[in-house]
Each structure stands twice: as C-alpha cells, then as structure tokens.
C-alpha cells in the first residue's frame, strides 16, 4: 500500500458533523493513509529500536455519540495494543500533523519510566531538538515548544508521571495542515522518520 500524502480534505473530515458522517470519512480517506504509514513506519521503528514493532490505526470504536476530533497511527512493541507500553504515534487533528513519543494514562510503570527520564533530565534537555514540542495530554491539541521549556518544567513533568495516575508525556513534532498538505509524500515520510530516530533515546529509557 502506497502513502500519497495528506490533502485538505483530510484535515477537513474533522469538520464533518454527526458521529457516523464523520467515522465514514475517516475510514474512507484518513484510514488507507494511516494504514500505509503503518506498514512503512512499523518496519522501520523496528529496525531503529531492536525490537518487532506493530502498528494500530485507530478504531474509535467506543465511540457512539461524539465524532472523534484526531486520529492516528500508532507503533508498540505489543501486538495486542498500545496504549498500556511507551508507543509512538502519527496522526491528525483539524489543524496539524503530530509525531509523537507517548507514554499515556494507561501504562502501569509509569512510575519507574518518570525516575529514569529525571535521571536523565540534562542529558534530554540537551538532545531533543528546540522545535520539537511537549504535552501532558494526548486529548489536547496544544503542545509547549521545547526551546520555551526551562529544565524545571520538565523535571515538573517527569516528577509527575510518578505520582499522579493520571499523567502522561508525549513528546514529538507538530507540521501545521498548510505544512502538511504541501509536503510531497516522500518528504513527509523523510521528516517522520527524522523525528522518530530523535525520539528512540526517550523510547530507550523508558
């Protein structure tokens, strides 16, 4: 399956009302991208990280009355989900493309993967790239630019993926829709895998 890039009309399913108009867009356009993606990244995420990666297109599945406003691919080391292991991730909301590294609420060792990120806070500081952007949610659009992150803001968030149940990190790349949509497809793949190889050290230590 061959990816051919993203079109405004991809970014414009999200502007379709109505659970079922909206899911049926998504699955005709978004889907077969994404699944594209899937087959390429699942590979290459592989052979840059040591282990056999497989990838999950989301299903929104539980959905039944509120139409999703993002979608996405992701990658784990877990045949059967993702959601509980670090995982990456590339999808869509109405305004951007996002790339991400995530640990998300539902990993149980949070905990240890937030001590080993604070152990390593100066050496991460140094490394990720001052464009690349941080979230604690993944149900947000919004992200903090790296370059705006004193060290203290995120040894705040490694300290609170050890005690608050709730809390996430993801760290990542977002290319604004305009961005998106008027880069070849070969560029875009170039650019994701760019990012992803800046973001298997954070993958490493968690």
């Not at 149900?139 to 004193?150: G, N, Q, S």
Request: glycine share 4%; hydrophobic share 40%; net charge negative.
């Amino acid at each position: 399956m061959e990816f051919n890039g993203f079109t405004a009309s991809d970014f414009n399913v999200f502007k379709i009302n109505g659970l079922e108009d909206r899911m049926s867009a998504l699955q005709e356009r978004i889907r077969p991208k994404l699944e594209a993606l899937g087959q390429h990244f699942s590979k290459e995420l592989s052979h840059l990280t040591g282990e056999e990666i497989f990838y999950h297109v989301a299903k929104h599945a539980r959905r039944t009355k509120n139409p999703p406003n993002d979608t996405w691919v992701a990658f784990a080391a877990n045949k059967r989900g993702y959601k509980m292991v670090p995982h990456f991730q590339i999808g869509l909301w109405e305004t951007h493309l996002f790339i991400w590294f995530a640990v998300i609420y539902e990993a149980p060792n949070k905990e240890a993967i937030g001590k080993a990120l604070e152990q390593n806070l100066d050496e991460i500081t140094a490394s990720i790239p001052a464009d690349f952007v941080w979230s604690e949610d993944h149900t947000v659009p919004e992200a903090a630019p790296h370059k705006d992150l004193v060290p203290e803001k995120l040894l705040h968030l490694f300290q609170r993926m050890q005690s608050v149940k709730s809390a996430e990190i993801l760290c990542g790349y977002h290319l604004t829709r305009d961005e998106a949509i008027s880069m070849p497809a070969e560029k875009l793949v170039e650019l994701v895998y760019n990012v992803f190889e800046k973001l298997i050290p954070l993958y490493k230590l968690s």
